[in-house]
């Protein structure tokens, strides 16, 4: 949970954590990390993301590894790369922006304020239909293209800064830009670097780095260089709402409980019905992701009544003790 979480936390209740139970988010150890933790990948030009992750998979020698946002072969850039239980809370990166530098050509010369005009068109809410060779069914949508900036222009070559919506087809942008000038225009090479709140000063890792970061934890035992490579999955949350639980009440959740008022402590101020929160133990382990059924208002002056609906358990059951009890059942 980072700073900006923990000051934005309006007390419900409290309650006293047991340091014989869970682990503290950031004091994880390596064998932990590489399953409640991730790497920000810089992927590069030729392999596809599913081929990616199997290398890393290999590199780092675990058994589950899951990616966020594919990247089409010939694209480079931020990749992220979840391990273990920390696969089911990327889903969350998504959820936010996307940044691309896009290389192009036009087919002829134009003047700046007939591009600038282009460009204009081409930002806001946008109609696409992914290409032929798309993993995706052809239908078309509607995608938000937030910005487009030109970094840099040399007669009919373009460099372009691209804020869109996650799924939006970059490549699709330079056809359409192409369509509407009427020479056409051509896509050359495409980089990502933001995804979500992260861009590429974020903590980014070259495949090679991490073979011989692995290589000097295995080999000599020092895990410095790959701790700083791969982080708490909770890093990934850091923007969306945050729920602090009671110990008592986390294994429950881990076995598929949903979570009731007098489990709460803390959640984050301006909570409504609908958001999207994450949900974690006074230690800061995240343990599911949830939507809000009720709002924080609604929360603080109830005493009783499930408040949040799960949607996605990350943390593996029995980590914490189990402070519940199943219904019986009864033999006639």
């Known amino acids: 949970m980072t700073l900006k979480q923990l000051k934005d936390l309006k007390v419900i209740d409290q309650d006293i954590t047991n340091d014989e139970y869970g682990t503290y988010y950031d004091k994880r150890s390596m064998e932990q990390l590489l399953d409640y933790g991730f790497i920000l990948l810089d992927k590069p030009n030729g392999p596809t993301s599913h081929e990616t992750v199997a290398w890393v998979k290999k590199i780092l020698q675990v058994s589950k590894a899951g990616h966020s946002g594919t990247l089409d072969p010939q694209v480079s850039g931020i990749l992220p790369i979840g391990f273990g239980e920390a696969t089911k809370a990327l889903i969350v990166l998504l ?13 002829t010369l134009i003047s700046k304020e007939k591009l600038d005009n282009v460009l204009k068109l081409l930002t806001g809410k946008i109609y696409q239909k992914p290409p032929q060779r798309s993993a995706v ?14 970094v840099e222009q040399k007669e009919r070559l373009l460099l372009l800064r ?3 919506e996650a799924g939006t087809y970059v490549r699709k942008i330079f056809y359409d830009m192409g369509e509407i000038l009427g020479p056409g225009a051509t896509m050359i090479e495409l980089r990502r670097t933001r995804v979500g709140q992260f861009n590429e000063d974020s903590n980014l890792v070259k495949m090679h780095d991490l073979v ?11 895990d410095s260089k790959l701790k700083r490579f791969i982080m708490p999955i909770e890093y ?8 602090v639980i009671r110990d008592s009440a986390v294994d429950a959740l881990c076995h598929g409980a949903q979570l009731a008022i007098p489990g709460i402590l803390e959640i984050s101020h301006g909570l409504k019905r ?6 974690y133990t006074q230690k800061g382990e995240v343990v599911a992701l949830a939507e809000a059924i009720m709002s924080g208002d609604e929360i603080s002056e109830n005493t009783k009544g499930f408040a949040f609906k799960i949607k996605r358990i990350i943390m593996a059951p029995n980590v914490y003790p189990k402070s519940w009890r199943s219904k019986a059942v009864v033999n006639n």
């Open 162 to 164: 691209i804020l869109c």
């Open 95 to 107: 959820l936010g922006p996307k940044e691309y530098h896009a290389l192009g050509r036009l087919h």
């Open 137 to 150: 069914s052809r239908q078309t949508r509607i995608r938000h293209v937030y910005e487009i900036d030109v």
């Open 236 to 243: 990934a949350l850091s923007e969306i709402k945050s729920v």
């Open 274 to 279: 609908g958001d999207l929160v994450a949900i």
């Open 212 to 222: 011989d970061a692995y290589a000097l934890w295995k080999e000599k035992g020092d």
